[in-house]
């Protein structure tokens, strides 16, 4: 080869060197625009590694990095980590084999450990070859790091996107409950459970059940088959009832999904979504679930009325029972009061004419202990025998027909008393009780006093009569026998002197004597008369002054003790005739030395008292006697007479008359 | 990111253009790129052939008012286009591509638009060099005859070797969008001769 041919040969030998640099650094070049369409780090780091033998010939490549490992990169030896903790450029490194081994860290985000782009081979590196790895390196470096932004991007990009889909899906299914809240909400202000149940049904589509706890259908809604209408065994319902209260949550259940309405602890009802393909969405079941919730509100709102009214109703017919029973009490304390202190005998039986009760009345009056009747037949206890079986055939004739005789009517009859005196009543007979516990009540009024009463009133008007004819009589005879003679006498002693006044007046003088002496005498008799019958002086200066000038004519002293105090007529007169009386009789029986009077008057009565020192045992001799006539004429007026008169001597005789604020006026 | 085909002629897609690009999961869609590619053609009137896996996808995204004539839009099989005989042959394969623009001139296209996606390559473990040495001639095919030349290379098959092999056998790149010009290009008769 001569010169020339060398030097052209040389030039030639630069020129391609020269082609083989820029090519190497065209391929590094090229290859980084290719990296940027790699989708992944690990592509990028496969691409980069594989693409070295094409860069650097001999060469192999691989990515460590100097603590952990990657996706796309080793984990370093542990005897390099340190060593390339600490590179922050190309480096070479001493593995202890004959290789070559050279660390190219790649461009890292600040703060974070770079991977190493790590090259063995069995001859060294080239400048050139370690200047373009380099590059590549961080050209590698740089793209994996956008991609790794990109996918942080696109991560936060889906996350984004999959927090906007959620959120899209919450605010959709959000809406739509709060549409079924809405509607479930109004359905229940207006329709209760139907309503609950057709809203459900609308919601959902699917059939609708609305069972209280025992299984029995309160509602439905759509076509629900039949055998979900039937009701399940007792005790598979109460199991069912325990698997929905432990779930809290919708229960499928012979095909369909099942909720408890269930308000504080208590179970008060199912709703049902029949669901037999099993195809309800989430969406349906949270309806389901809340129109439970919504059922449980309206039951224990129709629970909470019930329970009110109930409380309320309760509450009335415990305060009327209250009222009723404090009336009854105080009506039947009433009663037995108003019985125990009646005076009437009262005594109940029932249908069976047994004994059930008798007041205090009926055990003085009968003389009985209540404990020796109660539970006996009526008749034995206070029926005479004789009258036994007519009792007993008329009790009986009413409980057969119903027909009262003697029911609410007051009645005279014989009763019998615990020792078998027999003693007049007068019965009244009441009947009280439902119909068939009947309850007879009898009151028995001992008329005994009453009778005799009426027949001492009787004698007494009859006394009175017979009184009132001896007086009539003995004024007749007195006028006959006194004034009437002493007149006639005077008159036919005028009419002698008359005859004699002219032939002999001396006659007719003592004649006219005599006459005048006769009407003197027929005078006083007629006075006589008239004061037994109502003495003038009475009448006008009242009873001290008639009483004084009745003892002046008496033959023995008498000392008298008479307030000048007027008082009613038939008083003053009824206390005149009895000290009148009393006095005759001491003139005329007693052979008495001296006579007492004294009248005391008090707020309400009249006492009397005539007494005398005679000779005592003084007796009413006949029932026309003068004391029977002044004890008629004291009862007059109520009042009461007594006699006292031993027969060791002396008698007294007291009246009492009461003194009516009438009376009191009147006299007044 | 598309292909942008109604862009094609103002990126600089040159008449006889032997342009590579890639596409991997996740990022460029081989489909989307076929489409763009493909639709440019036919709105241009050109007669487009693909060679690709996809064909019928393809198609259904094909506007139909845009297949005119028939035979303007032809898909050929892997073994139509590549393995005709069973094996891969890069004279066989040389002269299908002549052929095939000899025919589209012939049936009075001004361009021709072919596509293949090299994918079969992997699947069928055809030689490296010989298929680059395939491409690097394809370069030179049918220069007489109007058309483009695009090759998609999917970056989760190839590795970075590959890749620059290439590099190394198109003169332009379709990267990030726009076609450039491969500045590691290799013309065929040196790259043949690296071989």
């Known amino acids: 080869m001569t010169p020339t041919e060398r030097r052209v040969s040389s030039t030639n030998d630069a020129e391609l060197a020269v082609d083989a640099r820029l090519s190497s650094v065209n391929a590094v070049f090229t290859l980084s625009l290719i990296l940027t369409q790699a989708t992944s780090p690990g592509q990028v780091m496969r691409l980069v590694t594989t693409a070295v033998p094409a860069i650097a010939p001999g060469q192999k490549a691989l990515a460590w990095h100097p603590r952990r490992s990657g996706s796309y990169y080793e984990r370093a030896p542990d005897k390099n980590s340190d060593e390339l903790a600490r590179l922050t450029g190309p480096h070479r490194l001493e593995m202890g084999d004959s290789s070559s081994w050279w660390a190219f860290p790649l461009t890292s985000p600040p703060g974070s450990e770079p991977v190493f782009l790590v090259i063995a081979g069995s001859d060294p590196l080239s400048d050139e070859e370690a200047f373009l790895l380099s590059v590549l390196a961080q050209l590698c470096g740089t793209v994996i790091a956008k991609l790794e932004l990109i996918a942080a991007e696109r991560a936060n990009t889906q996350r984004v996107a999959a927090l906007n889909a959620e959120l899209e899906s919450a605010v959709s299914r959000l809406t739509r409950i709060m549409e079924i809240h809405r509607r479930l909400n109004e359905i229940v202000a207006n329709a209760g459970e139907m309503g609950i149940a057709e809203t459900l049904h609308r919601l959902t589509t699917f059939p609708v059940l609305i069972q209280d706890v025992h299984g029995t259908t309160r509602a439905t809604a759509g076509d629900v088959p039949g055998d979900h209408l039937a009701k399940e065994q007792p005790g598979q319902r109460q199991e069912l009832i325990r698997r929905l209260r432990i779930s809290h949550r919708a229960v499928y259940h012979r095909r369909a999904w099942l909720v408890l309405a269930n308000p504080r602890a208590d179970v008060l009802g199912v709703i049902a979504l029949v669901d037999p393909a099993r195809t309800a969405s989430q969406i349906d079941l949270a309806a389901l679930e809340y129109a439970a919730t919504v059922l449980s509100v309206e039951l224990a709102r129709l629970h909470s009325l019930a329970e009110a009214e109930l409380r309320s109703q309760a509450a009335r017919e415990r305060d009327i029972a209250r009222a009723r029973a404090a009336d009854l009490a105080a009506s039947e304390a009433r009663q037995r009061a108003i019985l125990q202190a009646a005076h009437d005998a009262v005594i109940s039986i029932d249908r069976y004419a047994r004994v059930s009760y008798v007041n205090s009345a009926f055990e003085h009056i009968f003389g009985y202990r209540a404990g020796e009747v109660t539970g006996r037949e009526l008749a034995e206890v206070v029926v005479p025998p004789s009258l036994r079986e007519a009792h007993r055939q008329g009790f009986a004739r009413y409980l057969a027909t119903g027909q009262p005789r003697i029911l609410d009517q007051r009645i005279e009859i014989t009763a019998m008393r615990a020792d078998g005196s027999e003693f007049p009543a007068e019965l009244t007979v009441t009947r009280t009780g439902p119909a068939d516990a009947p309850v007879f009540t009898g009151y028995v009024r001992d008329i005994t006093e009453r009778q005799r009463a009426e027949q001492e009133l009787m004698a007494s008007r009859a006394r009175l009569v017979t009184a009132s004819d001896t007086a009539r009589q003995r004024v007749t005879r007195d006028l006959h026998d006194g004034a009437q003679q002493r007149l006639v006498t005077t008159i036919i002693n005028l009419q002698l002197a008359e005859q004699k006044w002219e032939s002999a007046p001396q006659r007719a003088r003592e004649l006219l004597g005599l006459a005048l002496r006769d009407a003197r005498h027929g005078i006083e008799d007629l006075r006589e008369i008239a004061a037994g019958i109502h003495p003038a002086i009475l009448t006008q200066h009242g009873l001290a002054a008639a009483i004084d000038a009745l003892t002046a004519r008496l033959p023995i002293p008498v000392q008298i003790d008479v307030p000048d105090r007027r008082l009613p007529g038939a008083i003053e007169a009824s206390v005149y005739f009895f000290c009148s009386e009393a006095l005759t009789n001491i003139v005329k029986h007693a052979r008495a030395t001296s006579a007492w009077v004294r009248v005391e008057l008090e707020d309400d009565r009249c006492a009397v008292e005539v007494r005398d020192d005679g000779i005592g045992g003084a007796r009413p001799r006949s029932e026309t006697s003068g004391l029977n006539g002044l004890r008629d004429r004291i009862g007059a007026l109520n009042g009461t007479m007594d006699i006292i008169s031993p027969a060791t001597g002396g008698t007294v005789l007291q009246a009492c008359i009461p003194l009516s604020s009438s009376s009191q006026r009147e006299g007044a | ?195």
């Not at chain 2, 393809?58 to 008012?65: L, Q, T």
């Not at chain 2, 970075?160 to 056998?169: D, I």
């Not at chain 2, 500045?183 to 790259?191: K, L, M, S």
Request: hydrophobic fraction near 40%.
């Open chain 2, 1 to 195: 990111m598309s292909l942008r085909a109604a862009d094609i002629p103002e990126l600089g897609f040159q008449v006889g253009d032997h342009v590579c690009a890639f596409y991997s999961e996740g990022g460029y869609s081989n489909d989307d790129i076929a489409v763009d590619y493909v639709t440019k053609g036919l709105q241009a009137g050109n007669k487009c052939v693909c060679m690709i896996d996809t064909a019928s996808s393809v198609r259904d995204r094909i506007p139909g008012e845009l297949v005119s004539r028939d035979g303007i839009l032809q898909f050929l099989t892997e073994d139509e286009g590549y393995l005709p005989e069973g094996y891969f042959s890069k004279d066989t394969f040389i002269r299908r591509l002549e052929a095939i623009l000899k025919e589209a001139f012939s049936e009075g296209y001004d361009r021709t638009w072919l596509l293949g996606d090299e994918s079969f390559v992997v699947r069928n473990a055809v030689d490296i060099k010989t298929w680059f040495a395939a491409e690097s001639e394809a370069t030179e095919v049918g220069i007489q005859y109007p058309h483009f030349k695009m090759c998609l290379y999917n970056l989760d098959l190839f590795d970075g070797e590959t890749v620059m092999y290439v590099l190394k056998t198109h003169p332009r790149i379709f990267v990030n969008g726009m076609i450039i010009t491969n500045p590691h290009y290799i013309p065929a008769r040196q790259f043949l001769d690296s071989l």
